[in-house]
C-alpha cells in the first residue's frame, strides 16, 4: 500500500515537473529582460527603410540572434549579416534599429497556453545601433552564434556574411499586467548570466 502510495506520488511530481519552465519573478525586469535575449535564437528587426516604395518607413525581418553559447549569455544580441540582405541595406543607410524578442518563440507560451499577446507571454524590446564586431570580438560572435545556428557554416561564402551586434539604448520588458516596463542598458548588464 505504502509502494503504491509512493509510486503515485513519484509519477504525479515527474508529470508535473515535466513541461513546466521556469522564468524569471516578473518584478525581476533586468534579470527578465536577459533571460529572454539569451533563450531567443531568433528576433524581429525593424530598420528605417531605404526602399522608393516605404523610404523613410518602418520595415520589420526576421533574424537569427545569439548573446552567446548556451548558458554562457553575455547580453549583447549578436548578428549574421550580408550586405545583399533587404534590412541590411537600410542598416547601411541608418543603423538605428529596433528588435523584439518574445517566449513565444520558445515552449514557454506555448506550454502555458498564453497568446503571444498576453503580457504573461514575455517579451523584449530593444533599440539601438547596430555595429560591426571589431576583430578581437569575432572569434566570439562566431563561436556565439554558430554553436546556435550550426547552419551558418555553410551559408555561401560569396554572400559576404559578417558579424554585427547591437549597441543597446534602450529596452523595454512586458512580462506582466499593468503596463510595459523599462531597464537601463546599466541594470541589464549588471545581470550575471
Ligand atoms: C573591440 O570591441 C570590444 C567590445 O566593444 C572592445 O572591448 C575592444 O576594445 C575593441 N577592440 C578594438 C581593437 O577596438
Ligand atoms: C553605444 O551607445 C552608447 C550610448 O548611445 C554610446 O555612448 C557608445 O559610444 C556606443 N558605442 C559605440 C561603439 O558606438
Not at 549583447?76 to 529596433?98: F, G, K, M, R, W
Request: hydrophobic share 40%; glycine share 6%.
Amino acid at each position: 500500500m505504502m509502494a503504491v502510495r509512493l509510486l503515485v506520488l513519484l509519477l504525479f511530481v515527474l508529470t508535473s515537473c515535466r513541461g513546466s519552465i521556469s522564468i524569471p519573478p516578473h518584478d525581476e525586469v533586468a534579470r527578465m529582460a536577459r533571460y529572454i535575449v539569451h533563450k531567443s535564437d531568433w528576433c524581429s528587426m525593424a530598420t528605417i527603410s531605404t526602399q522608393e516604395s516605404i523610404k523613410g518607413l518602418p520595415f520589420s525581418n526576421v533574424f537569427s540572434v545569439s548573446d552567446g553559447p548556451l548558458e554562457k549569455g553575455t547580453g549583447e544580441p549578436y548578428l549574421y549579416l550580408t550586405p545583399l540582405e533587404i534590412s541590411v541595406h537600410d542598416i547601411q543607410a541608418n543603423p538605428e534599429v529596433s528588435l523584439a524578442m518574445t517566449l513565444a518563440a520558445t515552449d514557454y507560451c506555448r506550454k502555458q497556453k498564453l497568446d503571444p499577446q498576453s503580457p504573461l507571454c514575455c517579451r523584449v524590446i530593444l533599440s539601438g545601433e547596430v555595429l560591426v564586431v571589431n576583430s578581437t570580438e569575432i572569434g566570439f560572435a562566431k563561436e556565439a552564434l554558430f554553436s546556435r545556428h550550426p547552419g551558418m557554416a555553410d551559408w555561401p561564402h560569396e554572400h559576404g556574411w559578417y558579424f554585427a551586434k547591437l549597441n543597446i539604448t534602450n529596452i523595454w520588458v512586458l512580462d506582466y499586467f499593468g503596463g510595459i516596463k523599462t531597464v537601463t542598458p546599466q541594470e541589464y548588464y549588471k545581470i550575471k548570466a
